[in-house]
């Protein structure tokens, strides 16, 4: 569980296929510091770090990961947003984020509006029932809240010091992220499908 306040970016020092999955290896640029087995969310994605040394660990992506997500594509030296996971000890300052990533989307529109930015990413089939306006949304792992929704498209403020620390200061449109619905929506929406 994390709550997608992203304390900083790493990269993708090595990518390479591993069967029906992938492996990868993660510089850490001292944000996380895993131990073998330890959880780590990399750009939204709960993985388990399988391998670790100064600096870096590594991950196995099983096939299903590779199947949803898009780090089997993030090339050697892509940035990739890293959170170690909540403590029972820790502050809740975004939303509950589990690293369990449904979908992605293609972001549509970046602009500055003065101190901030406002993002526009294109709504997936069958994504549009988890959002709500000033409902909670994880975009590559980072926690933010809609700031406008339309019938194809959800916009998101971010504020400077979320850009800077996350990889959202290095997306453009047409880029791919990744997508989590707050998990209340999730549940909400299943009871109203089997009711």
Known sequence: ???????????????????AGHELRIETNGHVDPQPGDSVSVDGVCLTATAVGPGWFEAYCSDETVDRTLLAERPVGAPVNLE???TLSDGLDGHL?????????????AASTGEGWRYE????????????EKGGVAVDGVSLTVAALAADRFAVAVIPETRERTTLSEREPGDR???????????????????
């Open 121 to 132: 990413f294109a709504i997936p089939d069958g994504f549009a029932g988890l959002l709500v």
């Open 177 to 195: 992220v990744h997508l989590e619905a707050d998990p209340v929506a999730k549940y909400v929406a299943r009871q109203e499908s089997v009711a």
């Open 84 to 86: 170690p996971p909540l």
């Open 97 to 109: 984020v589990r690293g369990c990533v449904e979908t992605t989307t293609e972001l549509l529109a």
């Open 1 to 19: 569980m994390y709550t997608g306040v992203v304390p900083g970016t790493g990269r993708v020092t090595a990518s390479e296929t591993a069967g």
